[in-house]
């Protein structure tokens, strides 16, 4: 016993000494029983009585603290029990146990038996009931145990001498639970244990408040399992996507998924949305911030999600709430008519009012007149014309300030009103404003004009004759001759001028019949086309059909005399047809036709063969390429594998005996027949490319085994690898050069109606003088003949990195597309053959091009190269440059190398643009950084004054038609700058 009074003195002064700072617990942990923290007594069940004991000590700040002991360590046989209150779980499926205790050295105790034990027993018994039968009938195949306890340090009778006696932690989890509660039991075998504190806790992720969406305290499961929580949106926002988050067994929240963003009228201030302040507008839930209301509207009160129109003003049903509000425009101005007998051109000034608004077209009213001239505006005498005249190219809804009115009544007076129209027209209450022109027929012109075919030449020309009209109608300017082939009208035709009455017409088909019509323009004007002469080329080399030496004279009336003016009709739009003096319904850059001294010459052009045109594919390969004896090839070395084979490197011997490096794919053995036609169609393919920067094809091995073909050796093989290699070791002239090469092998392919379809990097070769030749044909398809027609595929891979949206979307390829892969391999080189996209995988490539996002600019990229990349990369097809124009830029780049030296990555802001820099206009501002053809998408949006353009966002400037991914990075860094000259700090 007097072993027993020693500890029990000292060990409370222990626990005084070394336990006071532990009651700061985490957040995400809910403690059930905190011992330490009890105002009493715990008033815990022990038995035996003698077991057991519950001492009160002060600590530091004189709080009691209440712990249990016990040290029978001199009796044998022990078992005492001490068993807590029922300790409600409150939901939790898994608690935690902290027990903190000190334990005596059995060795340190002089005359202790060789039952003295170190360690001691945790159990637990779960229960419905706060009341539990008493330990005396306790039998421990009732209690759960949890562990058995020992000390990782003990202190001994030294240690109490000096008062630095250790405390052990020991952690114990309780998992599966599902009863109201639980009891903790300890029992003691033998040992001289102090249980300094017990605290019984819980995890929790804690409350939580991510992408607006509020996520509640939640009780971790049970078993390590994840608990998916769904949040709540904050006051104020909406779901964009269900928010939700995972709690984790350790109280962590993991996993974000969707968001919730603030509704229309409100914006996101730290964590919640604040509503919109007066002036300012949200429309959608999409935007990010409010933003100034635009002008001429006006929003008086928090919340707006739209800016209301001043009075006068409106906004159409369909424009965009960032839109400012525009009025109707005025009347148009300075009307002038030019009458042409029974016709009459109407021309006038745009209104000088738009009303702020670039959707105006005009309508023209037409009423027909009795009595003279002078009243002609009255209403009593006009009724409206009907459907008796023609109106080119329409009577409403004209996009240009000019129409062609025809078969007019003659010596008829009429009324033309002219209004001007825009989007909110309708929505005015206002009267029209219109302008009114009086105008008056004459009489048709019937003098008549012969035409006379004076002869025929050869089989490519004709030569035509014709008596001008009567002197009395005017003196001859010019004649104009009109002709097309039979039943292409519609198509093309050419006009030519002469001021001789015959010409000669060369450039003709053989055997074709053409269409001619001629009428004289005087110094009154052009007369008519009155008859048209049917024509028809030689088949064989002769003057004229029949008698060489008959002449055919065919006689027609034609209306030729006088009219008022020159300016009238020089080309009609007639079906969609266009007319020109030089080249008829051509690509703007293929010069189909020339016009030289009165004559027409049609040029030769090369157009690509399909090989699966041929019925016979053996055929195609026959055409298109040579067979090489294979006595004549000598393979050195393996530098490859392709699709159907091994690739190497030999020697060919020509037929002058002199021997060249060559590139030999073979067909590898046991192949089907169709794949031998698979293979030798990229040979029928390459043989009909001539040009310095396409592979050159040297012939085929098709009369024995294997089946090769045979290409110029290009020594740095691929692009890709071969940039990879000299990684930054080329000047900026030299890559610039390999991708004039690159443009000018797919400007050939092109004008050839050639598509490649896998332009990259890694199918351009490199030879040793740098030049770069376009290879790989495989995947390669024809265009038809018509220049807006596609090839579709049946299916089959993508290279999707490299491949223009409308291609992956619906599988068709254009010269476009491929001028849209041009752009990702020039940006390979800049890169020296960096992997465009980098790790996205191809549905976020897909997703990302989408939205909007381009390939930025590399490191040390040159501006101008850049933006022919963004230029190549734009979304409609029909804005991309063609090859052609992509040589010429790269040719002015070279002759011009200081173009180069401004680098995308350092052009922007060395000096940031702030009105203190000189900018004190929006309009200046964006002189400043060279972004002024932005100047009207600004002003229509509402953003007048540098104050208002810093709230503008990404999504603000797609609305506004900045859709150019390298102008918005351009535009927004500039408005950071401004953000951080007036101390504002927005997120765009």
């Given at each position: 016993?007097?072993?027993?009074r020693?500890?029990?003195?000292?060990?409370p002064?222990?626990?005084l000494?070394?336990c006071?700072?532990?009651?700061n617990?985490?957040?995400?942990?809910?403690?059930?029983?905190?011992?330490?923290?009890?105002?009493g007594?715990l008033g815990?069940e022990?038995?035996p009585?003698?077991?057991?004991?519950?001492?009160?000590?002060?600590?530091?700040r004189n709080?009691?603290?209440r712990?249990?002991?016990v040290?029978n360590v001199?009796?044998?046989?022990q078992n005492?029990?001490?068993r807590?209150?029922l300790?409600?779980?409150?939901?939790a499926?898994?608690?935690y146990?902290?027990?903190?205790f000190?334990?005596r050295d059995?060795n340190?105790l002089p005359g202790?038996?060789?039952?003295?034990?170190?360690?001691?027993n945790v159990y637990?018994?779960e229960?419905?009931n706060?009341?539990?039968a008493?330990?005396?009938?306790?039998r421990?195949?009732?209690y759960?145990?949890?562990?058995?306890?020992?000390?990782d340090?003990s202190?001994?009778?030294?240690?109490?001498g000096?008062?630095?006696?250790?405390?052990?932690?020991?952690v114990?989890?309780?998992?599966?639970l599902s009863?109201?509660?639980?009891?903790?039991?300890?029992?003691?075998?033998?040992?001289c244990?102090a249980?300094?504190?017990?605290?019984?806790?819980?995890?929790?992720?804690?409350?939580?408040?991510?992408n607006?969406a509020?996520?509640?305290?939640?009780?971790?499961?049970?078993d390590s399992a994840?608990v998916e929580?769904?949040?709540?949106?904050?006051?104020?926002a909406?779901?964009?996507?269900a928010p939700?988050?995972?709690c984790?067994?350790?109280g962590?929240?993991?996993v974000?998924?969707?968001r919730c963003?603030?509704?229309?009228?409100?914006?996101?201030?730290?964590?919640?949305?604040?509503?919109c302040?007066?002036?300012f507008?949200?429309?959608?839930?999409?935007?990010a911030?409010?933003?100034k209301?635009?002008?001429?509207?006006?929003?008086?009160?928090?919340?707006?999600?739209?800016?209301?129109?001043?009075?006068g003003?409106y906004?159409?049903?369909l424009?965009p709430?960032?839109?400012?509000?525009?009025?109707?425009p005025?009347?148009?101005?300075?009307?002038?008519?030019?009458?042409n007998?029974?016709?009459?051109?109407?021309?006038w000034?745009?209104p000088r009012e738009?009303?702020?608004?670039?959707?105006v077209?005009?309508?023209?009213h037409?009423?027909?007149?009795?009595?003279e001239?002078g009243?002609?505006g009255?209403s009593?005498?006009?009724?409206?014309?009907g459907?008796?005249?023609?109106?080119?190219?329409?009577q409403?809804?004209l996009?240009h300030?000019?129409?062609l009115?025809?078969e007019l009544q003659?010596?008829?007076n009429?009324?033309?009103?002219i209004?001007?129209?825009n989007?909110?027209?309708?929505?005015?209450p206002?009267?029209?404003q219109?302008v009114?022109v009086n105008?008056?027929?004459s009489?048709?012109d019937?003098?008549?004009?012969?035409?006379?075919l004076k002869?025929?030449?050869g089989t490519d020309?004709?030569?035509?004759?014709?008596?001008?009209?009567?002197?009395?109608d005017?003196t001859?300017v010019e004649?104009?001759?009109?002709?097309?082939?039979?039943?292409?009208?519609?198509?093309?035709?050419t006009v030519?001028?002469?001021?001789s009455?015959s010409?000669?017409v060369?450039?003709?088909?053989?055997g074709?019949?053409y269409?001619f019509?001629?009428?004289?323009?005087?110094?009154?004007?052009?007369?008519?086309?009155?008859g048209?002469?049917e024509?028809e080329?030689?088949?064989e080399?002769?003057l004229?059909?029949g008698?060489?030496n008959?002449?055919t004279i065919?006689?027609?009336?034609v209306a030729?005399?006088?009219?008022?003016l020159v300016?009238?009709v020089?080309c009609?739009?007639?079906s969609?047809r266009?007319?020109?003096?030089?080249k008829?319904?051509q690509?703007?850059?293929e010069?189909?036709?020339?016009?030289?001294?009165g004559?027409?010459?049609?040029?030769?052009t090369?157009?690509?063969?399909?090989?699966?045109?041929?019925e016979?594919?053996?055929?195609?390969?026959?055409?298109f390429?040579?067979?090489?004896?294979v006595?004549?090839i000598r393979?050195?070395?393996?530098?490859?594998?392709?699709?159907?084979?091994?690739?190497?490197?030999?020697?060919?011997?020509?037929?002058s005996?002199r021997?060249?490096?060559?590139a030999?794919?073979?067909?590898k053995?046991?192949?089907?027949?169709?794949?031998?036609?698979?293979?030798?169609?990229?040979?029928s393919?390459m043989?009909?490319f001539d040009?310095?920067?396409i592979i050159r094809?040297?012939?085929?091995v098709t009369r024995?085994?294997?089946?090769?073909?045979?290409t110029?050796y290009?020594?740095?093989?691929?692009?890709?690898?071969?940039?990879?290699?000299?990684?930054?070791?080329?000047t900026v002239?030299q890559?610039?050069?390999?991708?004039?090469?690159i443009?000018?092998?797919?400007?050939y392919l092109?004008?050839m109606?050639?598509?490649?379809?896998?332009?990259?990097?890694?199918n351009?070769?490199?030879n040793?003088n740098l030049?770069c030749?376009?290879?790989d044909?495989?995947?390669?398809?024809?265009?038809?003949?018509d220049?807006?027609?596609?090839?579709t595929?049946?299916?089959?891979k993508?290279p999707i990195?490299?491949t223009?949206?409308e291609?992956?979307?619906?599988?068709?390829?254009t010269?476009?597309?491929?001028v849209?892969?041009?752009?990702?391999?020039m940006?390979?080189?800049?890169?020296y053959?960096?992997?465009p996209?980098?790790e996205?995988s191809n549905?976020?490539?897909?997703k990302?091009?989408?939205?909007?996002y381009r390939?930025?600019?590399?490191?040390?990229c040159?501006?101008?190269l850049?933006?022919?990349?963004?230029?190549?990369?734009?979304?409609?097809?029909s804005?991309?440059?063609k090859?052609g124009?992509?040589?010429?830029t790269l040719?002015?780049?070279?002759?011009?190398?200081?173009s180069l030296k401004?680098?995308?990555?350092?052009a922007v802001w060395?000096?940031?643009?702030?009105?203190?820099?000189?900018a004190?206009?929006?309009?200046?501002?964006?002189d400043?950084?060279?972004?002024g053809?932005?100047?009207?998408?600004?002003?229509s949006?509402?953003y007048?004054t540098?104050?208002?353009?810093?709230?503008?966002s990404a999504?603000?400037?797609?609305?506004m038609?900045?859709?150019?991914a390298?102008h918005?990075?351009k535009?927004?860094?500039?408005?950071?700058?401004?953000?951080?000259?007036?101390g504002?700090?927005v997120q765009v």
């Amino acid at each position: 016993m007097a072993l027993f009074r020693i500890y029990s003195f000292l060990a409370p002064f222990h626990i005084l000494v070394l336990c006071q700072a532990l009651r700061n617990y985490p957040d995400n942990e809910v403690t059930l029983l905190d011992s330490m923290s009890a105002p009493g007594d715990l008033g815990w069940e022990a038995y035996p009585p003698e077991g057991w004991e519950e001492i009160s000590v002060m600590d530091e700040r004189n709080i009691p603290m209440r712990t249990y002991q016990v040290c029978n360590v001199m009796e044998a046989n022990q078992n005492n029990w001490l068993r807590t209150g029922l300790i409600q779980r409150e939901g939790a499926q898994r608690v935690y146990v902290e027990i903190k205790f000190t334990l005596r050295d059995c060795n340190s105790l002089p005359g202790v038996p060789g039952t003295c034990k170190e360690t001691f027993n945790v159990y637990y018994h779960e229960s419905n009931n706060a009341v539990a039968a008493p330990l005396r009938h306790i039998r421990e195949s009732q209690y759960v145990k949890i562990d058995t306890i020992a000390a990782d340090e003990s202190f001994t009778q030294t240690d109490v001498g000096d008062r630095v006696m250790k405390l052990n932690t020991e952690v114990r989890d309780i998992s599966g639970l599902s009863k109201r509660g639980l009891y903790l039991a300890f029992q003691d075998l033998g040992a001289c244990i102090a249980l300094v504190s017990l605290r019984v806790f819980y995890k929790r992720c804690p409350l939580a408040v991510l992408n607006l969406a509020r996520f509640p305290d939640t009780v971790t499961g049970g078993d390590s399992a994840l608990v998916e929580v769904r949040g709540t949106c904050v006051e104020d926002a909406e779901e964009l996507e269900a928010p939700r988050m995972f709690c984790s067994a350790d109280g962590g929240w993991l996993v974000p998924i969707g968001r919730c963003v603030c509704r229309p009228g409100f914006e996101e201030v730290d964590g919640h949305c604040q509503p919109c302040r007066s002036g300012f507008y949200k429309a959608s839930a999409m935007d990010a911030y409010c933003v100034k209301c635009p002008p001429h509207s006006y929003s008086h009160q928090d919340k707006a999600s739209e800016c209301v129109c001043e009075r006068g003003f409106y906004r159409a049903e369909l424009d965009p709430r960032s839109m400012a509000c525009t009025r109707p425009p005025s009347a148009p101005g300075n009307p002038i008519s030019m009458v042409n007998e029974t016709a009459v051109t109407l021309e006038w000034s745009p209104p000088r009012e738009s009303g702020g608004r670039g959707d105006v077209s005009y309508s023209v009213h037409c009423r027909k007149c009795s009595g003279e001239p002078g009243a002609a505006g009255d209403s009593e005498k006009c009724v409206p014309c009907g459907s008796g005249p023609h109106f080119n190219p329409r009577q409403f809804g004209l996009t240009h300030p000019r129409v062609l009115v025809t078969e007019l009544q003659p010596h008829t007076n009429y009324t033309f009103s002219i209004e001007a129209l825009n989007g909110v027209s309708d929505l005015s209450p206002s009267p029209r404003q219109l302008v009114s022109v009086n105008v008056t027929t004459s009489q048709t012109d019937k003098s008549q004009m012969s035409v006379i075919l004076k002869e025929r030449k050869g089989t490519d020309s004709v030569t035509l004759a014709w008596q001008g009209p009567e002197p009395s109608d005017g003196t001859v300017v010019e004649y104009e001759v009109t002709y097309y082939e039979k039943n292409q009208q519609d198509q093309n035709y050419t006009v030519l001028k002469t001021k001789s009455n015959s010409m000669t017409v060369d450039g003709l088909k053989p055997g074709t019949t053409y269409i001619f019509r001629i009428r004289a323009r005087t110094d009154g004007g052009y007369g008519n086309y009155r008859g048209e002469i049917e024509l028809e080329t030689s088949h064989e080399d002769m003057l004229a059909v029949g008698d060489p030496n008959q002449q055919t004279i065919l006689a027609i009336s034609v209306a030729g005399g006088a009219v008022l003016l020159v300016l009238l009709v020089a080309c009609f739009v007639v079906s969609g047809r266009r007319c020109g003096y030089i080249k008829a319904k051509q690509d703007p850059e293929e010069e189909k036709m020339q016009f030289q001294h009165g004559r027409v010459k049609l040029p030769e052009t090369r157009t690509y063969i399909h090989p699966h045109t041929y019925e016979d594919p053996n055929q195609a390969v026959r055409d298109f390429a040579k067979e090489i004896e294979v006595s004549n090839i000598r393979i050195e070395r393996v530098i490859g594998a392709g699709e159907f084979g091994e690739v190497c490197s030999g020697r060919l011997r020509l037929p002058s005996k002199r021997e060249i490096q060559v590139a030999i794919k073979s067909l590898k053995a046991g192949y089907s027949e169709q794949q031998r036609r698979d293979f030798l169609s990229e040979a029928s393919i390459m043989g009909q490319f001539d040009h310095p920067n396409i592979i050159r094809l040297e012939g085929v091995v098709t009369r024995c085994k294997p089946v090769m073909i045979v290409t110029e050796y290009m020594e740095n093989g691929s692009l890709d690898s071969f940039l990879k290699k000299h990684d930054g070791q080329f000047t900026v002239i030299q890559l610039v050069g390999m991708m004039r090469g690159i443009a000018a092998g797919m400007q050939y392919l092109s004008e050839m109606n050639y598509v490649h379809r896998d332009l990259a990097a890694r199918n351009i070769l490199v030879n040793g003088n740098l030049v770069c030749k376009v290879s790989d044909f495989g995947l390669s398809r024809v265009l038809e003949d018509d220049p807006e027609a596609a090839y579709t595929t049946r299916g089959g891979k993508i290279p999707i990195r490299w491949t223009a949206p409308e291609a992956i979307t619906y599988r068709k390829f254009t010269s476009a597309s491929d001028v849209w892969s041009y752009g990702i391999v020039m940006w390979e080189v800049i890169s020296y053959g960096e992997r465009p996209y980098w790790e996205m995988s191809n549905q976020d490539v897909i997703k990302a091009i989408d939205e909007g996002y381009r390939l930025p600019a590399p490191m040390d990229c040159p501006v101008v190269l850049h933006q022919l990349m963004l230029d190549c990369w734009e979304k409609n097809r029909s804005d991309r440059p063609k090859f052609g124009q992509i040589v010429n830029t790269l040719d002015r780049l070279i002759r011009n190398p200081s173009s180069l030296k401004q680098l995308a990555n350092t052009a922007v802001w060395e000096d940031p643009v702030t009105p203190e820099a000189g900018a004190s206009t929006v309009e200046d501002w964006l002189d400043l950084i060279k972004m002024g053809q932005y100047k009207e998408h600004f002003s229509s949006a509402g953003y007048v004054t540098l104050d208002s353009v810093l709230y503008v966002s990404a999504s603000e400037l797609d609305k506004m038609g900045v859709a150019l991914a390298g102008h918005q990075k351009k535009i927004l860094s500039s408005i950071q700058c401004l953000q951080t000259q007036h101390g504002t700090q927005v997120q765009v």
